[in-house]
């Protein structure tokens, strides 16, 4: 069931910021790659940040309404073969379950190398697993049509910091990269996503707090659509909203 965002959203938002802020009072490294690489040592099993695959599919995944939302006139999750790149991958089953359900081709990134040894040996064959940090993609440009981040850019910016808010940037400019200097959209320097590809950011933060780093790190990626869901973490434990917000590289100009 979906909520769309009202009062109710400031509220959530605010428990789910301090879940993220009261694990980086504790583990304030949630930038290091010694932090991650200590932690799948510790934990390999899987643990899925949020929600799963299937949460996502009720959540309107395979649904998205938007105009914008769509690859070459079909739905985007319709289309059989595209290539998606998880940003963070972590030890979920995202990638393992778009390759599969999707029949698309995902490559996963993650900058733990203990994290990444861990998925080749559990999912040796469908996805591609590369150690790689997501500020600095070392990807062709135009080379993925759907790239998704499920809360790694909620663990970058969780710090808090100037330098938090600046890394999240680096990774956005990753994805849909634009000329540091000047606002010329014909000459947007493409990086990885492909024109009308899809960015979907799935983080406890809205819209209205990615709109501020997003639009000012990569303004040629258009918001399409969001949709917010309540999630319960664990039991016991309040829910939280968790929002999928769906970005459109170049929106209405392509
Ligand atoms: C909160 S976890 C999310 C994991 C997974 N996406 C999920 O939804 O379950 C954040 C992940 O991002 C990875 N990470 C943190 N900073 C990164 C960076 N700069 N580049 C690539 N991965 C990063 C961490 O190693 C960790 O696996």
Not at 13 to 28: E, N
Not at 67 to 75: I, W
Not at 207 to 236: F, K, M
């Amino acid at each position: 069931m979906w909520w769309m965002l009202a009062g109710g959203a400031a509220v959530a938002l605010l428990l789910a910021t301090g879940l993220f802020l009261r694990r980086s009072s504790t583990s304030p490294a949630y930038m290091s790659p010694a932090y991650w690489d200590e932690r799948y040592r510790r934990r390999p099993a899987t643990y899925e940040w949020y929600l799963s695959f299937q949460d996502l599919v009720d959540f309107g995944l395979l649904t998205l309404t938007s105009a914008h939302v769509s690859f070459l006139g079909q739905p985007l999750i319709a289309v059989a073969g595209l290539r998606w790149l998880d940003l963070g991958c972590g030890n979920s089953t995202l990638a393992d379950s778009v390759s599969k359900a999707l029949r698309c081709q995902v490559t996963s990134i993650d900058i733990s190398d203990i994290c990444i040894s861990l998925m080749k040996s559990k999912y040796p064959s469908k996805v591609r697993y590369l150690c790689m940090d997501a500020r600095d993609l070392e990807f062709r440009d135009e080379s993925f049509d759907v790239v998704v981040d499920k809360s790694t850019l909620d663990a970058v910016v969780s710090a808090g910091s100037a330098t938090a808010k600046h890394a999240a940037k680096r990774i956005v400019r990753q994805v849909a990269r634009v000329p540091a200097h000047g606002t010329d959209m014909s000459v947007i320097l493409a990086k990885v996503l492909v024109p009308k590809g899809q960015f979907l950011v799935i983080s406890v933060h809205p819209w209205s707090y990615w709109d501020t780093i997003i639009s000012t790190a990569s303004p040629n990626l258009v918001h399409c659509e969001e949709r917010a869901q309540r999630v319960v973490l664990a039991a016991g434990r309040d829910p939280i909203l968790v929002f999928l917000n769906v970005f459109s590289k170049g929106g209405m100009q392509y």
